[in-house]
Structures are given as C-alpha cells and as structure tokens.
C-alpha cells in the first residue's frame, strides 16, 4: 500500500511546491513508484513538471467534482521513470464552492484514491498554501504531513494553525494522520539569521525535524521554467543534492513506520 504524505504550510512562498516536486522525483528516481497530486489551484505542480495546465482535459478538479471520473481518467501516466501526475490547473478554484454541498465533502479524495493506492509505493500530493476544503482532503487522505519552513524571521508564522488544523482532523477525519516532519528550506549559509530561524524552530518544536537542510539555490529557481524536476535539470546542484538526502530520510522513514 502507498504511502500518502501531503506537503502543507498554509504560508505562501515557503518551497512547499518546490519540494513537493523535487521529493516526488527524487523519490521516483530511487525506483520507487510514485504519484504526485497536484491539489493547489495554481497548478505550478502541474507546470514544474512541464504540463501545459492550459491544455488539460481531465484534471484534480473532475476527479472531486464529479462522481463519474476515477483517478485514472485524470492520471498522466509515466510523467518520467516510476513518476505519474494528477494534474490540476484553476478549474480546481471551483471545487473549493461545489463542495460545500457534497456528502463527505472532506473525504472525496480518500475515496477515490482507494483505487490505485496499491499502485504506488509514494502518493506525494502539493497542497495550497490556504487551509480550505482543498487541503482538509488532502490531509484526510494523508498518513503523514511534511511541513516545510522557509529560513527567515517569520518562519513559524501559521504553523501553530496549521497544527491545530492538524489536531482537528485527527479528531474528525484521520486519527492516524501525524507531522511526518519539518524541512528548513531557502537556507542562505552566509547570514546569521539562517542559523538563528533554525535554532528557534528546533527549540520551540516539539516535531521531527529532517537532518537535511534545503539551501536557496539558483538552479532550483531556474529549474520550473524549464518544466523538469532538479535532479533532471541539474542533477549536479547543491539542490538536486539536498532532495536527493531527503528523499533517502523520507524513504527510510517509511521502511521504519512499516516495520515497526
């Protein structure tokens, strides 16, 4: 059965994209079968993957809304090496309202993955940064959520509503769904307050904190305009190195959950 880990924090411009991108891809590059679910209305998943949004026939919004699609109407299959997507451009801005009025609004997603769960080993899915009906789903469907924070002073800005969010669904929804961690992303080696942002967080949190740091990088900047992951568009980088490692924790992660 795959492994459902939604990439939250209801606070823009963090990475969450970025690294739900780049771990989807590094984890798929280590033979690992994974799909990746783009749930943000923006669809810069869909983009940083080279897909033009603008073109799509089936997307995550006719998969919520429509009771006669499954996932894979929508899946874009064998994106790259062990690497599927299920696409999704503005259309999803709608389903935030046609929800509202649908039985189990908050569990359409889960539902519907029930289907190709045992596909995949990885069901990677990039949430917007807003913690609506979008991202409700994507938790309750979730086993785990990574949280990244961006290195700078208002990095836990929102992250304390995000953990009562957490909590709720705990309570209503997903009882078994926990933090899978936080990573510190944009970190800028040259100034103090890198350092400092990453001291606090880590002596204010009582959360799993991944070992690998992801640094501010030219390359992971340039890499969606180029619709390719890092480790296709500069495998070489400092960028495409720290995914690598944090794909590797994130998949032992896994090994031990399933273990113990």
Known sequence: MGRVIAIANQKGGVGKTTTAINLASCIADKNKSVLAIDMDPQGNMTSGFGIDKNELENTTYDLLVDDEFQVEDCIIKNLFKQLSILPANR???????????????????????????????????????????????????????????????????????????????????????????????????????????????????????????????VKLAEAPSHGLPINFYAPKSSGAESYNQLADEVINNSEVSYDG
């Open 91 to 217: 259309n999803l801005a709608g389903a935030e309202i046609e929800l509202l009025t649908e039985k189990d609004m908050q569990q359409i997603l889960r539902n519907k993955l029930e289907d190709v769960i045992d596909d995949y080993d990885f069901i990677i899915i990039d949430c917007p940064p807003a913690l609506g009906i979008l991202t409700v789903n994507a938790m309750t469907a979730a086993d785990t959520v990574i949280v990244p924070i961006q290195c700078e002073f208002f990095a836990l800005d929102g992250l304390t509503q995000l953990i009562y969010t957490i909590g709720l669904i705990q309570k209503s929804l997903n009882p078994d769904l926990t933090i899978e961690g936080v990573v510190f992303t944009m970190y800028d080696a040259r100034t103090n307050l890198s350092l400092q942002v990453v001291e606090n967080v880590k002596d204010c949190l009582d959360q799993n904190i991944y070992k690998t740091i992801i640094p501010r990088n």
